[in-house]
Antibody
């Protein structure tokens, strides 16, 4: 069965960096896009962008350019989210979400499977 | 601000039907997908495409669309359906995705 297993919670100081991982299993890794979704405490879901798992090409949503970097390692079927120069407002749960339907090259059409989420807390 | 607009909260009596709506210009061109999220859990896909349900989703969940509005209907709501529901679709550019603000469903 499809599984997306994310790395554990992180507590970071402002200005530091964090790297969240999402390890995929149970399907052909390169056949589906991978998305990142943020959920701040008590808030809704916010799409951050996606990464093409064939080419490694990332697409970022407005508001997630500059300090946010998506990357992947196909040898271990894992995608990464790195956030630099952390701010208190980056405190959130970050989810990876595998695409479904449509074309993987176009990012697929919906978010079929989700990781369990990684809580990142930014506090001095 | 979100390109997709949802009512913040909706309530339904146990066993009754409820419709949760999502409005946005991009819905004229792209299908919406719907996600259920319970406290402390990851979102769960409940409807995708025109009105498709993933395996394991009860058939009391259905989707529809008309013009710039997509709807999620729960026919015979159960206590376990109490959750936040989010719609998602491509944005007007077609290159990005956007979530609605979410609807908190209370089952009375």
């Amino acid at each position: 069965q499809v599984q997306l297993v994310q790395s554990g919670s992180e507590l970071k100081k402002p200005g530091a960096s964090v790297k969240v991982s999402c390890k995929a299993s149970g399907y052909t890794f390169k056949s589906y896009a991978m998305n990142w979704v943020r959920q701040a405490p008590g808030q809704g879901l916010e799409w951050m962008g996606w990464i093409n798992t064939n080419t490694g090409n990332p697409t970022y949503a407005q508001g997630f350019t500059g300090r946010f970097v998506f990357s992947l390692d196909t040898s271990v079927s894992t995608v990464y989210l790195q956030i630099s120069s952390l701010k208190a407002e980056d405190t959130a749960v970050y989810y990876c979400a595998r695409g479904g339907g449509g074309s993987a090259a176009a990012g697929n059409e919906y978010f079929q499977h989700w990781g369990q989420g990684t809580l990142v807390i930014v506090s001095s | 601000s979100s390109d997709l607009t949802q009512d913040p909260a909706v309530s339904v009596a146990l066993g009754q039907s409820v419709r949760i709506t999502c409005q946005g210009d991009s819905l004229r061109y792209y299908y919406a997908s719907w996600y259920q999220q319970k406290p402390g859990q990851a979102p769960l896909l409940v409807i995708y495409g025109k009105t498709n349900r993933p395996s394991g989703i009860p058939d009391r969940f259905s989707g529809s669309s008309s013009g710039n509005t997509a709807s999620l209907t729960i026919t015979g709501a159960q206590a376990e359906d109490e959750a936040d529901y989010y719609c998602n679709s491509r944005d007007s550019s077609g290159n990005h995705w956007v979530f609605g603000g979410g609807t908190k469903l209370t089952v009375l």
